[in-house]
């Protein structure tokens, strides 16, 4: 018996003794060379197990995560879909507004003279009018650790988006797509940068950069 | 239809996932405003692994239908972020079980309010000596 067929037998008595692991944790117990075959099983397993198909029942399933998906995506623009992620995670999760704020105060050691000014930028910043490239790894860090999101995720779905498009095949096989000038952080209309210590740290932020 | 996003997940659904995923690889590295449609797809591909895994998993919870709504949506959110950033996953649908799990058994997460469910009263019956049935 190879190591991917024994593997996913453990799996499969795992699963049906209701102690299943992270998939991951199986795949760890082949060599690399074999983790994609283990994982097409388990991938097949997993299918297999779904209901039966019942056209109406998926259609809902497909359209309820159209919906979710939607939420998310439809407004990006220059913070890219950090925005409806924000919105969408708070409310998947249960969390407030007040109560995000609350716990990145205390992350940032947001001083309380300052903090009107955070909840000013981030309101702006769920607004979608904080451009992606501003936000500093500090509070993306900080937003991370609260709605359980690594960093380099939140990094990725700042990113500005332009209009979506198609990718051909072509494309995917051949020749190299574009890459696009990332737009700077200089802050859209309405919020200058203060002069206090304390307020320019918080302002910086949103606006520093990555490094900030 | 007359969202552009919409208009693509059309034209991607007529894909294989082998043709969507290859696209997918491709646009992460190189075009992320293409990528972001693609990321869409793969998502929608993985919707019913998604809600069969938070179902089965909330069932065993108590999980309410709004509870296990809610892990859905949210699922659905991890995998598009996690697929954004990581071009090395093998399999979208165990990776889209795994995170529905994780989604569910998070111990932080809040549930709905339990409301108490009041059952009705017995019905009291007599049974009434020499009556006919009718």
């Not at chain 2, 709004?66 to 995998?79: P, Y």
């Not at chain 2, 995170?99 to 009705?120: G, I, M, Q, Y």
């Amino acid at each position: 018996m190879s190591a991917v067929e024994r593997v996913f037998l453990e799996a499969l008595e795992d699963l049906r003794a209701g102690r299943e692991e992270p998939v991951e944790r199986y795949l760890q117990r082949v060599p690399s060379s074999e983790r994609e075959q283990l994982a097409d099983l388990l991938a097949s397993y997993f299918a297999a197990q779904q209901g039966p198909a019942d056209a109406r029942a998926n259609a809902a399933v497909y359209e309820r995560a159209l919906a979710a998906i939607d939420r998310v995506t439809a407004s990006a623009g220059p913070a890219g879909v950090l925005p409806g992620m924000l919105t969408e995670l708070s409310r998947t999760r249960g969390v407030k507004r007040r109560e995000l704020l609350e716990q990145l105060e205390e992350q940032l050691e947001v001083p309380p003279r300052a903090r009107p000014l955070l909840r000013r930028l981030y309101h702006r910043l769920e607004s979608g009018a904080v451009p992606g490239p501003g936000l500093s790894r500090r509070l993306l860090a900080a937003l991370g650790q609260t709605l359980r999101l690594p960093p380099r995720e939140l990094e990725a779905a700042s990113e500005p988006l332009g209009p979506p498009h198609a990718l051909q095949a072509a494309q995917a096989f051949g020749r190299g797509g574009q890459t696009r000038a990332l737009p700077d952080a200089t802050p859209s209309e309405g919020e200058e940068s203060p002069t206090d210590p304390e307020l320019l740290a918080v302002y910086d932020l949103f606006y520093g950069g990555r490094d900030a | 239809m007359r969202n552009p996003l919409h208009t693509l997940d059309a034209h991607y659904a007529a894909l294989s996932n082998e043709q969507v995923e290859a696209l997918w690889r491709h646009a992460i590295e190189h075009d992320r405003d293409a990528r972001e449609p693609l990321l869409r797809q793969l998502v929608l591909r993985a919707s019913l692994v998604i809600d069969d895994a938070c179902r089965r998993e909330g069932d065993e919870l108590g999980f309410t239908t709004s509870d296990v709504a809610r892990a859905c949506d949210e699922t659905a959110q991890r995998l598009m972020s996690r697929l954004r950033v990581d071009p090395s996953v093998h399999s979208i649908r165990a990776l889209a079980h795994q995170l529905a799990c994780e989604v569910v058994r998070d111990p932080d997460r809040r549930r709905s309010p339990t409301v108490p469910r009041l059952s009705r009263p017995r019905p009291r019956l007599r049974l009434i000596e020499g009556g006919e049935a009718r």
